[in-house]
């Protein structure tokens, strides 16, 4: 069965820093996407970024990148240049590239508060 | 595009009542998620439909629960004979299913408190 695990309870930086949240995983398949999720106090779940396992290169969507090391099992977020708004719990998240259920399997969250 | 909507956003009921959510997905996805989330952990998979045939039920969903998407566009959840395990955050989610890894676009959730 596969698992997704987060070290990291919470964290908190000053405003502008950069900050990097870990999450490894533990599968057997060779093929699976990874996602990070957003979930701001009293918000929705808002998708952050995604990552194929088959593509080496890492994702990027601005401020948001990770680093993801597939022989590893891990797969880190960084937020460059954080600002308050990104103050929230993020989850990790794995779905098996041949689930037909398409289901998501995740971490148990990490707050990040961003510091003015 | 609305987003996934959600109705009640909060519901305190007594022990013993029955509730009722309902979720709105995005319209044109055919795929609806519905989890539920207790405070400091990530969600936990319930039940998921394609269309209107329901697909997929977790372990965790005891016969007192019921979930329904009679023509393939809104849903509903409802549980009966509410316990107080049975409060916490629960989320609709949708996607289309054209391919593995689409986005799930979630709703704001439904908070249940059971007293």
């Known amino acids: 069965a596969q698992t997704v695990t987060q070290s990291q309870p919470e964290m908190s930086v000053q405003e502008a820093e950069t900050v990097t949240l870990s999450c490894t995983y533990d599968?057997?398949?060779?093929?699976?996407?990874l996602f990070w999720y957003k979930q701001p106090p009293s918000r929705q779940m808002i998708l952050v970024i995604r990552?194929?396992?088959?593509k080496q290169q890492n994702a990027t969507e601005n401020r948001f990148s990770v680093n993801f090391q597939k022989a590893a099992k891990s797969f880190s977020l960084k937020i460059s240049d954080s600002q308050l708004g990104d103050t929230a719990m993020y989850f990790c998240?794995?779905?098996?590239?041949?689930?037909?259920?398409?289901?998501?399997?995740w971490g148990a969250g990490t707050k990040l508060i961003i510091k003015p | 595009d609305t987003g996934v909507s959600q109705d009640p956003r909060h519901k305190i009921t007594k022990r013993g009542q029955n509730v009722t959510f309902r979720c709105d997905p995005i319209?044109?996805?055919?795929?609806l998620y519905w989890y539920r989330q207790t405070l400091g952990q990530g969600p936990e998979f319930l039940t998921y439909?394609?269309?209107?045939?329901?697909?997929?039920k977790s372990r965790l969903l005891s016969d007192r629960f019921s979930a329904e998407r009679p023509k393939g566009s809104f849903s509903t959840l409802e549980i009966q004979r509410t316990e107080q395990g049975d409060s916490a955050m629960y989320l609709c989610?949708?996607?289309?299913?054209?391919?593995?890894?689409?986005?799930?676009?979630f709703g704001e959730g439904s908070w249940l408190t059971v007293v």
């Open positions: 998240a794995f779905m098996r590239f041949w689930d037909s259920n398409y289901q998501l399997i």
């Open positions: 990552q194929e396992a088959y």
């Open positions: 989610a949708s996607s289309l299913a054209r391919e593995p890894g689409n986005t799930i676009y």
């Open positions: 599968t057997s398949e060779s093929n699976y996407y």
């Open positions: 439909f394609q269309n209107e045939a329901q697909l997929e």
């Open positions: 319209s044109e996805h055919n795929r």
